[in-house]
C-alpha cells in the first residue's frame, strides 16, 4: 500500500484557522495572558521585585522605538532618581541593545545629574518637578511608574492596568514635544498619550 498516494489525495482536514492565521494568533494572546498570569500570581514581595524588572524591561523596549536614544551609539546614560529597585534592575540590562545603542552606565540618586544622561527615571513625587524640568532643559527623556509622578508632566508614564492586569504605557505629547522626541510610529498603536 503506497502511504503517500493516499496523503496526496486526501483533503487536508485541518480547520483553516489551524494554518497559521487566526490560531497563530489566538496562541500568541494566550502565551501573553499566561506570561502576565504568572506575574501577577507572585506573592506580594516578589511582585514588587518583578515589577521593578518589568518597569526596567518596559523602559528599554519603548526607549528604543525613539529615533535619538536609538542611534545613541555604544554610551547610553540612564540616570534613575529615587528608585532603588528599578536601578538594581536597570544594572543588569547594561551592555544590552536599544536599537542600535547600548546601555553603558545606570547612574543613581537624588540630586540632579552633574552630566546629562540620555534618559532620567524619576521614583518619587518630591523629586518629580526638578527633574521634569531639567528633563524638558536638556532634552532628555523622563520615565516614571508612578501615577503620581506621571501627574508632573513626565513624558513615559509605565504603569499597570489593574483591572485588565496588564502593562500600560502612557505617553505625555506635551512632555514629549519639549524633550524633543522623535518616536516610532508603531508606539502610537500601543500607548496611550495624554497632554
Not at 52 to 60: C, E, G, K, T
Amino acid at each position: 500500500m503506497n502511504d503517500t498516494k493516499n496523503y496526496r489525495t486526501c483533503p487536508d482536514i485541518r480547520p483553516r484557522a489551524w494554518s497559521g492565521g487566526l490560531l497563530c494568533n489566538a496562541v500568541r494572546r494566550c502565551a501573553v495572558a499566561m506570561v502576565f498570569g504568572v506575574f501577577f500570581a507572585f506573592p506580594a514581595g516578589a511582585q514588587q521585585q518583578s515589577a521593578a524588572s518589568a518597569v526596567a524591561m518596559l523602559s528599554v523596549k519603548v526607549a528604543a522605538m525613539e529615533k535619538t536614544l536609538s542611534e545613541a551609539g555604544e554610551g547610553l546614560v540612564i540616570y534613575v532618581a529615587n528608585a532603588p529597585d528599578v536601578a538594581r534592575e536597570l544594572r543588569k540590562l547594561v551592555g544590552q541593545h536599544v536599537g542600535k545603542s547600548r546601555i553603558a552606565v545606570i547612574q543613581e540618586g537624588t540630586s540632579l545629574p552633574t552630566s546629562r544622561p540620555d534618559i532620567v527615571f524619576i521614583g518619587s513625587p518630591e523629586l518629580a518637578p526638578k527633574f521634569v524640568k531639567y528633563a524638558r532643559l536638556n532634552r532628555t527623556l523622563s520615565v516614571c511608574n508612578r501615577a503620581d509622578v506621571a501627574e508632573y508632566g513626565v513624558t513615559l508614564f509605565l504603569g499597570t492596568d489593574e483591572t485588565a492586569g496588564k502593562p500600560t504605557i502612557v505617553l505625555n505629547a506635551t512632555g514629549s514635544r519639549e524633550e524633543a522626541m522623535e518616536w516610532n510610529p508603531a508606539l502610537f498603536r500601543i500607548a496611550k498619550t495624554t497632554r
